[in-house]
């Protein structure tokens, strides 16, 4: 999740392909804006990637 500032999930979770990756990634960024708090002026913007860091999603 970038916000600002770069916020990585270093751990990370296996999902058997990418739509399981677009619906956790979906669900999680929306878990993620209720934590905002209303802050505005900064984008964000969350990022999936594979475990070689290859791109499978980005949400904005």
Known sequence: MHHG???ADETGVVLPGRGAA???ATFTTGQ?????DG???QGWRME????A????????
């Open 32 to 36: 993620l804006l209720q934590d905002l």
């Open 22 to 24: 677009w619906k956790e």
């Open 5 to 7: 500032k770069r916020h």
């Open 53 to 60: 860091a290859n791109p499978v999603c980005v949400l904005h």
């Open 39 to 41: 802050a505005h002026g």
């Open 48 to 51: 999936v990637t594979d475990e």
